[in-house]
């Protein structure tokens, strides 16, 4: 085949699938997702808000314009995929799938970068990725120290405030099956992801130990990958997929109860963005079978957010008892991932209320981006901080000590820029822990 | 594209940061919440009324066209450059300038957000009244451009009665004050009506002092489903007949209610043909009298189902639910059309009615909602744009609902304004010398016609 036809054949091949493209005419311009994005109420620009962008993708896809450069940096610049839009939208169109299927033609087109091709590679894969942790501590290490810390940034994210990495990767520290002592309550499948493997050991040690004495038998399986999550958002749906296909692979079995995640923005990969970009996949003739998306259906069906599992079998937990000294104000975070991306809100509050030593107080705007968006962060420090700023001055608002969460991307961010002010962020289950062992919180 | 000096020199006045002209910029000013979309060529974002007047002296010279823009929810189209020129968006000046308590009023920039007054100045114990559906995003310089109403319209008016005061820029940059800050005034023609409600053709309002109240101690909401929607109309009758002025008084159709509870989940009642929604404010006293008069006045217009919210969150709830109606409809068909017609109380009942059997005859798919209360019904009609036969059943349908609404002594909008949708039914409702006078007016203040070109005044 000659050149030219292949041109006119790119040309004709449709660039995104059928239903995803329908979103586009479904939208009614109304424009209450302005408020709700996080990036739009900053910049106060129609191009950077959502209904801008989906407009802009109408225009694509009719053929108007080109996903140039500009284009490019619109879709990775002005939004963090936090699912606020499509949680504000009465017309149903979900502005997360359109906008990663959009950012994947455009990486195809103007590509990904050295440092996030790289980085891509590593968490796709396991083994490179525990190398490369022993690396980053190993650099860590050598040159750490206060003076240079603090004045190095990566983007809006203050590297002083990052925690070390975990000596040895979670799932390295339990058998793949840990038994609870006494009756089997259920069944659960853990996937733990890379910030508890990597990072927050802590947080999955606090899942194991508040699962198992509620009775659950915790499987976790060895070699698990990344999501995928951060890699296809940045459009790299083809280094995406292998994660995809193994996590399907390995979590999607029968005869289990439940597939437990920590992550809100794992929970929210295995439950929300699977499916849909593997029956675009399937739709465009990309390499994906019926029988895959079928699997990641089941999957979506059975994944739940600690949070959510415990509240939902909060009568198997033990009774809690108080200890000596005053309570502690605790407020909670609601992650993007979570609370838009899969409705859970309801069940960590209720859980925290719950614990004894703690008094609950609700921050403002509770439920507002923390503006880390993973690495959104570190390429756009400027809009972030912006972002963040709003979120620290809603927490110390509140005069808590702890911000309770549930995502490690959030509780990377707040953590960090709340360091100085000696507010503690942490996982949802570590307190639950906590108040099982008879600890006070400090 | 502008010519280049043109655009050199409207560069310097708003900073390189605030001209866009890319081709995704001028794409993203090429439509407002209406169907109708236009390019502009460039898109300028001041940040002081002085900017403002500095565009627009540019712009009369070299004749450019100018439209003004705050966050683009208007529903008629009063927003999008249908003549090119550049987009003016006044986002950027969104402070609150004053907030006096003593005097109750505030002065604000025209690019601050509805909802983001009325939470500055409840702390201090005080109310602003207009609540477009679309407050949480709409400017309250767009509010005075399309005189903006709002459920709360039926006891405490349009945008319009709570203007003491504005500051704008006219078509060749002179800077006018009109109003003040006193509650009385009767000093000149009164010029704040002859900007609002122009829809940016006449002048662009930069600053606006706005009337607020004592915020009121107390509210109620209720909602009462009735088996037939003619009962409803009926119910909202009686009710303002018997004197008793609510806050706000909501008719749904059973097409409307369902599509609400596909998109937020509150239980809402899916069976019955139509439901109201009533609030009533002020001492707690009063509101519970009130609303037992009204509780029994929908009982024995046969109302199934009254549910009385318990908790400011079920009140919510529910106002959210009405204002989400608009973007709701678009589940079921990507194109919606709002129209805005407003009838006399009396005749509400004739013109709901009417209006679902135009569009059965049209076979098209009609939701109702109505700000019942002050006889201003919003039918929505679903349809795909792209579907071009039933589209021209759309415009006849819509053309016989007008001729319905002034049959019953109507207007063509309570609230949205005209724009460009609206435009060619005018002279249903005005003469030809009103409508010559309007042109005649504009003439005087904008001699080039360069502000918001091709819009209702031509």
Known sequence: ?442 | MLREETAKKLREIVGEDYYLDSVEDLISYSYDSSVVEAMPEAVLLPGSTQQVSAIMKVANEDEISVTPRGAGTNLSGGSVPLKGGVVLVLTRMNRLLKLSRENRYAIVEAGLINLELQNQVKKEGLFYPPDPASWTVSTLGGNVAENAGGPRGVKYGVTRDWILGLKAVLADGRIINAGGITAKNVTGIDLMSLFTGSEGCLGIVTEITLKLLPLPPFQQSIQAFFPQMDATSKTVARIIGSGIIPVALEIMDKVVMNMVEDSVHIGLNRDVEGTLLIMVDGEEATCKQQMSAIIKICKEEGSSDIQVAKSAKEEDDLWLARRSAFGVMSRKKPTCILEDCTVPVSNLQAMIRGTSEICDKYNLTVGIMAHAGDGNTHPMIITDKRDKEEWERVEKAISEIFQLTVDLGGTLSGEHGIGTSKKPFLPLIMNEDARRLMVEIKSVLDPKGILNPGKFIE
């Open chain 1, 1 to 442: 085949m000659n050149e030219k036809v292949l041109k006119v054949m790119e040309k004709n091949r449709p660039l995104l699938s059928d239903v995803t493209n329908e979103h586009v005419y479904h939208c009614a311009k109304c424009g209450l997702c302005l408020d709700a994005c996080p990036v739009y109420r900053e910049m106060l620009t129609e191009s950077y808000s959502p209904r801008g962008k989906v407009q802009l993708a109408k225009h694509i896809i009719e053929g108007d314009i080109e996903i140039t450069e500009h284009m490019s940096d619109i879709l990775f610049s002005s939004c963090l995929l936090c699912g606020s839009c499509v949680a504000a939208c009465p017309s149903g169109v979900r502005q997360d799938v359109l906008f990663s299927s959009l950012r994947w033609r455009a990486a195809e087109r103007h590509g990904l970068g050295f440092t996030k091709n790289l980085f891509f590679q590593v968490i796709a894969h396991g083994w490179l990725m525990s190398t490369s942790a022993w690396f980053g501590k190993w650099v860590r290490k050598i040159f750490s120290g206060p003076w240079i810390e603090s004045r190095i940034k990566f983007g809006n994210l203050p590297v002083d405030g990052i925690p070390p990495m975990n000596p040895k990767p979670f799932n390295d520290e339990f058998p793949e099956i840990v038994r609870p002592e006494g009756v089997v309550n259920a069944r659960v499948l853990y996937f733990h992801g890379c910030a508890t493997n990597y990072v927050f050991g802590d947080v999955g040690k606090a899942v194991v130990s508040v699962l198992t004495r509620m009775g659950v038998q915790v499987e976790i399986p060895k070699k698990q990958s990344c999501c995928g999550l951060p890699i296809f958002l940045s459009g790299d749906r083809k280094t995406a997929l292998t994660c995809i296909k193994e996590i399907v692979g390995m979590f999607s079995r029968e005869g289990v109860d439940a597939v437990i995640v920590d992550c809100a923005t794992c929970g929210s990969a295995l439950r929300n963005e699977y499916v849909h970009i593997l029956k675009e996949l399937r739709d465009l003739g990309e390499g994906v079978d019926d029988d895959l998306v079928n699997s990641a259906e089941y999957l979506a069906g059975i994944t739940m957010d600690v949070s959510e599992f415990i509240d939902a079998h909060c009568d198997w937990l033990p009774e809690f008892h108080p200890t000596e000294g005053e309570k502690i104000r605790v407020t909670y975070h609601d992650p993007c991932h979570l609370v838009k991306g899969q409705g859970v809100g309801v069940q960590p509050r209720h859980l925290l209320k719950l614990l004894p030593n703690i008094e609950f107080v609700e921050m403002e705007e509770a439920d507002r981006c923390c503006g880390g968006g993973g690495e959104y962060q570190i390429e756009y420090g400027e809009m972030s901080a912006r972002i963040t700023n709003r979120k620290v001055e809603n927490v110390l608002k509140t005069g808590a000590g702890i911000v309770a969460t549930g995502c490690p991307g959030c509780s990377i961010t707040i953590g960090a820029h709340l360091a100085k002010d000696n507010v503690k962020t942490i996982h949802t289950v570590q307190l639950i822990q906590m108040a099982m062992d008879g600890k006070r919180p400090e």
